[in-house]
């Protein structure tokens, strides 16, 4: 299904008549209202959950100098990491390097520079920090995590080539589309000062359904490594 049969089907839905026979080469009001909404409501979407269609496996080469790497730049489809984010290096000392979540941490740690025991890291101001004991990756480190796509369409011609928006009525969207109407709707509706709950509580229920068959195994592991050493006194 083209994006422009969902949000035909939404037209449909909450009452815009004649409904529209084009969208993204029509710059009337309602036509520009409804492909807004179309990239909106994926892009809500997609923040939602960890979609395995979305899913994919970045990596890092150290080069024994960077500690500061900016993942927009090195990976072109960069969204966000996955929620459970690990990091992995092919260096067996340190396996998945441990996460530090608060800068404060973080930067006791680059202070006081015996801290650091293990490989450790952090996201913060858009970029990602990493260590391996008190230096950076070596030339022979790399690094690997997961992380969502922000590719969530997909263009008609050349054949499904990867967009991160709606661009154009042939456009297709990469994961549920019956999900992508039903967001649609209720926010409309809800622009539009129309009622909307039970439009909501449709999406939600489907939002919940697709979460619980998108979802993969967990991961059972054992041996988890420790977090680096702390100072005396510190926590």
């Avoid at 009452?15 to 084009?22: A, E, K, L, N």
């Avoid at 927009?72 to 969204?79: K, S, T």
């Avoid at 650091?116 to 990756?137: I, K, P, Q």
Wanted: with cysteine.
């Amino acid at each position: 299904m083209t994006i422009l049969s969902v949000i035909q089907s939404v037209a449909s839905k909450v009452g815009i008549d004649p409904v529209p026979t084009s969208v993204f080469s029509d710059a009337t009001r309602t036509a520009v209202e409804l492909k807004e909404t179309a990239n909106e409501c994926a892009a809500q979407i997609v923040r939602e959950n960890d979609w395995n269609e979305l899913l994919a496996v970045g990596e890092i080469e150290g080069d024994g100098l960077t500690t500061q790497f900016d993942l927009d730049a090195l990976i072109p489809d960069f969204q966000r990491l996955t929620k459970n984010a690990e990091l992995w290096t092919d260096n067996q000392t340190y396996g998945n390097l441990y996460h530090i979540d608060n800068i404060n941490d973080w930067l006791q740690q680059e202070n006081w520079s015996l801290g650091w025991t293990g490989g450790a890291w952090t996201l913060y101001g858009g970029s990602l920090y990493v260590r391996a004991g008190t230096n950076a990756l070596t030339e022979d480190q790399t690094i690997r995590f997961g992380y969502i796509s922000k590719n969530y369409a997909r263009a008609a011609s050349p054949a499904n080539t990867p967009k991160d928006a709606f661009t154009a009525d042939t456009d297709t969207f990469v994961l549920n589309e019956r999900l992508l109407k039903l967001c649609m709707i209720w926010n409309w509706k809800s622009a539009h000062g129309q009622t909307y709950s039970q439009e909501f509580e449709d999406y939600q229920t489907a939002l919940e359904q697709l979460r619980i068959s998108d979802r993969t195994p967990s991961i059972i592991r054992s041996g988890r490594r420790v977090p680096p050493y702390w100072p005396m006194g510190f926590r």
